[in-house]
């Protein structure tokens, strides 16, 4: 996982990237709204990779059924363990807000975390977000969607034109001098062979049809290799901006012969196997989205285990709404075949069945969730006429107050995530301006929670950094409040602690003094428990900023145990009682009663001029 902190600020909020189906380094590089938020917001960033993806592996190839840990519920259990381990590390206040992000699979993830760990994430992001695509899911969403979105990217014109070219394709495939016509106009590698085909023909048209989602999903209207980094193909050099129009502009003119139309379907696919424009020749590595196909007996990640094992999801091409051919309705039951055959494992529809269900109560039973979508994008939630939407839209069905799922009209997928762009449309700003007006909510309403649970004052001074703050039982960077007249000094604290014959230990905690900088302070634990006495160094204030919550104020405790040991060291200990009766009269509630201890502490404060 990557942080960053040159950003944070005391009791600014985590911003956590879920991360999903390849090397964090991807999102990291390209999560543009954390960055920007995160700057505005005094925010800490962390980019979390998944287990078996990029670097995090599990086991070494070769080992036997290596994947099986390869799972929602153990990326989730990764990423709440991660999370607690940084609240540690850095001393984040428990005040501190903790929103996910997460684009695609990663935005399922960031809404999952968020239903499954809502005492852990306070509010989550989740842009393209495809929640109810996958099997197991009542009612069942529209699979043909998928597709039809892809065509109306396209438009008119080169949906036709492509769809009359993949016919052709099939056409010449059934005769040699067809076949070599197809190698020789798409520029086929000699020695590529087909793969996972059954004949040339069938190959070529898998090859030609799967770019364009992915062309879809990457409309966006700038140069971007965002897709080609995630994808693995085409060099991960950038695609051009609206990379969808212009793979169709080779359809665009006459194509008069079968050459003319496979030479533009060559022109066309370029844009995307080839972005890097260092391909000689053609073949079948991409086909499946990515570069070549895992080795066996791989113990990386490979999302195709995981949609065969939790997600389980397929479209329906080849009707007379999309640009595609021949005809091919998803079939659940080829679905699990090919996944025993190639994984040696039956699916499991977990996210469906165990997470969502039922897409009403879903929705109904999450909070603090923005389901962003664009309607370029190939996984957008519908394509109109009544169809049930691959992922949550608020406008058909009925979400919770604090769950939002803004529609791009001219978003790619999770556009709203990257960085900003003086070619960003206003549907696109506006998108990032809604999720960043529900971010400030939710750190506002986690503040404010916790400001109920403490008892404050004025609060002038800040603990920003201790070295044991498990002792200290306010929350590192919130302030202090109450008021201390008192100015006991070590010796003081040492003699009462030494009588009462208990050991104590100290701490060493720091204290913003505002413009005087950060001062130091030695904190007194005493029984387990703690008190801070604010002593000043410098200036004689004589007020010092005080948090009692949850401790207990026994001066009177202590008065009477100094009168009882004022026989054995009478002058010293007059002294000491001198200090706590001028001070006494100067505490007032919100201090405990209870009489069971003492706890002092020694802080070094500096605050403004008019403190």
């Known amino acids: 996982y990557f942080t960053y902190t040159d950003f944070y600020r005391p009791g600014g909020p985590l911003f956590f990237y879920v991360g999903n189906e390849g090397p964090v380094e991807i999102y990291v590089n390209h999560t543009g709204l954390m960055w920007e938020l995160g700057s505005d917001l005094g925010a800490m960033l962390v980019f979390a990779e998944h287990r078996y993806y990029g670097k995090s592996s599990v086991y070494p190839d070769g080992t036997t059924d290596c994947l099986r840990y390869l799972t929602i519920e153990q990326a989730l259990a990764d990423y709440s363990v991660l999370i607690a381990h940084l609240f540690t590390k850095y001393s984040l206040p428990p005040s501190t807000a903790t929103i996910a992000f997460g684009g695609s699979y990663g935005g399922m993830l960031a809404s999952a975390f968020r239903y499954k760990y809502p005492h852990l994430v306070d509010g989550a992001i989740a842009a393209s977000a495809p929640i ?3 099997g197991g899911v009542t009612p069942e969403p529209n699979k043909a969607s998928f597709n039809e979105i892809i065509t109306r990217d396209a438009g008119e014109v080169c949906a036709k034109e492509f769809k009359a070219t993949l016919k052709l ?9 067809g076949q070599e016509m197809l190698r020789t ?3 086929w590698c000699s020695d590529a062979t087909t793969t996972h085909t059954s004949d040339l023909a069938s190959g070529m048209l898998d090859w030609a049809s799967a770019p364009w989602g992915y062309l879809a999903m990457g409309n966006f209207p700038y140069p971007s290799n965002y897709i080609t980094a995630a994808m693995n193909v085409g060099g991960g050099a950038d695609l051009p901006a609206n990379p969808i129009r212009a793979a169709c502009k080779a359809f665009e003119d006459p194509l008069a012969t079968d050459q003319a139309r496979l030479q533009a379907l060559a022109k066309s696919l370029a844009i995307y196997y080839n972005a890097s424009g260092e391909l000689v020749c053609n073949s079948f590595a991409g086909t499946d989205g990515g570069g070549e196909p895992l080795p066996k007996g791989s113990c990386r990640g490979d999302y195709g285990f995981q949609t065969c094992t939790e997600m389980p999801w397929g479209q329906d091409s080849g009707t007379d709404k999309d640009m595609f051919w021949p005809p091919r309705k998803f079939d659940f039951d080829e679905y699990k075949k090919e996944c025993m055959e190639k994984y040696k494992t039956s699916v499991k529809a977990w996210a469906g069945l165990q997470f969502l269900n039922n897409m009403a109560d879903a929705v109904a039973s999450m909070s603090n969730v923005v389901f962003s979508n664009g309607k370029f994008d190939p996984w957008g939630v ?6 049930v939407p691959q992922g949550v839209d608020c406008s058909i069905m009925p979400c919770p107050s604090s769950v939002v799922s803004p529609i791009m009209s001219t978003g790619a997928h999770h556009s709203d995530l990257m960085f900003s762009r003086e070619e960003d449309s206003g549907d696109v700003r506006a998108c990032r301006e809604l999720e960043a007006s529900h971010i400030r909510k939710w750190v506002a309403e986690k503040r404010e929670r916790h400001d109920k649970l403490a008892i404050k004052d004025s609060a002038k001074f800040r603990v920003i950094d201790a070295k044991y703050p498990a002792l200290i039982e306010y929350p590192v960077g919130d302030p202090i409040a109450g008021q201390l007249l008192a100015d006991l000094s070590t010796e003081d604290l040492e003699l009462l602690l030494e009588y009462e014959g208990h050991e104590y230990r100290v701490a060493e905690a ?11 302070a030695n904190v007194f634990v005493w029984k387990d428990s703690l008190k801070l006495r604010l002593h000043l160094d410098g200036p004689p ?8 919550t949850g401790l207990q104020n026994s001066l009177a405790e202590a008065r009477n145990a100094l009168e009882q040991y004022r026989q054995e060291k009478s002058e010293r200990i007059s002294q000491v009682t001198d200090k706590i009766e001028s001070a006494s009269t100067s505490f007032e509630p919100p201090f405990a009663t209870d009489e069971d201890s003492l706890l002092i502490a ?3 404060l500096a605050g403004d001029d008019n403190t």
């Open 382 to 387: 519908s394509v109109g006429n009544g169809e």
């Open 169 to 177: 394709i099939m056409r010449l495939g059934e005769t040699p001098e």
């Open 541 to 548: 204030w004589d007020y010092a900023e005080w948090h009692s």
């Open 132 to 134: 109810f695509a996958i």
């Open 602 to 604: 020694r802080v070094a």
């Open 510 to 520: 720091q204290v913003d003094g505002g413009s005087l900088g950060v001062i130091k």
């Open 185 to 187: 106009e798409l520029k």
